[in-house]
């Protein structure tokens, strides 16, 4: 109406709230992604109900090799405080799922298991909080079953790996 009369177009108000949201996920900071990250890491290393050492190493190890020793070392300075807290790993996996594609996401799975199995021992808590952050992240069960197969010695795991029945020859 508001057109037709003034012969102004006037804004769609929704369109702008698009805009805005398109917009302020570019604004994300670089080091947003590594926070969280270490939000999940923390999460994973803490599910067992102690913090060892060889996941913590497994963490580090990966940070040096996706960002250089300064950055890592940065990193881990905020991570020591992280580690203390309870966070939310839904609101950070919403926000990892809105800025990172699918690929990315079951690399970020991958990584995940690569902590819990660091100790040796993928315990059943750790399964399920890495199973619960798959869901958040929206990783379907098939792919969640794929990577999980990586990480245990089973003959029946190369076909969930293929994501194939043993039935297909």
């Known amino acids: 109406i508001g057109e037709r009369q003034t012969g102004k177009r006037q804004r769609n108000p929704y369109r702008q ?6 917009q ?11 926070i969280c990250l270490l939000v999940l890491a923390s999460i994973v290393i803490k ?8 996941e913590l190493d497994f963490v580090r190890n990966q940070f040096v090799n996706m960002y250089g020793k300064q950055r890592a070392n940065n990193a881990f300075k905020l991570f020591n405080g992280i580690i203390k807290k309870e966070v939310s790993a839904r609101q950070v996996c919403i926000q990892i799922r809105q ?7 079951l690399q970020l799975v991958h990584f995940l298991f690569g902590i819990a199995k660091s100790d040796q ?8 909080e890495i199973k619960k952050i798959a869901g958040y992240l929206y990783v379907n069960l098939q792919d969640y079953e794929s990577i999980k197969a990586m990480f245990f010695d089973v003959s029946a795991n190369a076909y969930k790996i293929l994501e194939i029945s043993e039935s297909a020859s």
């Not at 709230?17 to 398109?22: D, G, H, N, P």
């Not at 800025?99 to 996401?105: E, L, V």
């Open 47 to 54: 599910a067992d109900g102690k913090v060892d050492q060889r």
């Open 121 to 128: 021992y993928v315990v059943q808590a750790e399964l399920e």
């Open 99 to 105: 800025n990172m594609p699918h690929a990315s996401r």
């Open 24 to 34: 302020n996920r570019h604004q994300t900071q670089s080091g947003d992604f590594e």
């Open 17 to 22: 709230q698009s805009t805005q949201r398109r």
